[in-house]
């Protein structure tokens, strides 16, 4: 069985900064992409920021210059350095990975259990 435990959420003012992790854990063969994605109330989840497992990386448009993805893949994770937060930065932040598992021997998609962030104006 496969984790993604994520840490790092809270609350803080806008233009602040706040940093989440995500560490997968288990019967991990290796780990393709990684990354945040993230739900609003009342909107769709949507991808924030990706890092492939050559530290490729891709940001949505709104994130771009303020949110930094990183990997760690000797500890199987990944993080998401966020700053100058803004309100509409606010959302359940969900840490995401394709882990080709050991004993299942096939690709899938993992999901963390959520990270509340909320950014006060």
């Known amino acids: 069985q496969v984790q993604l435990v994520e840490s790092g959420g809270g609350l803080v003012q806008a233009g602040g900064s706040l940093r989440l992790s995500c560490a997968a854990s288990g019967s991990i063969f290796s780990i393709n992409s990684m990354g945040w994605y993230r739900q609003a109330p009342g909107k769709q989840r949507e991808l924030v920021a990706l890092a492939t497992s050559d530290f490729n990386t891709a940001y949505v448009d709104s994130v771009k210059g303020r949110f930094t993805i990183s990997r760690d893949n000797a500890k199987n994770t990944v993080y998401l350095q966020m700053n100058s937060l803004k309100p509409d930065d606010t959302a359940v932040y969900y840490c995401?990975?394709?882990?080709?598992?050991?004993?299942?021997?096939?690709?899938?998609?993992?999901w963390g259990q959520g990270t509340q962030v909320t950014v006060s104006s």
């Open positions: 995401y990975a394709q882990i080709f598992g050991s004993s299942t021997r096939r690709y899938e998609n993992y």
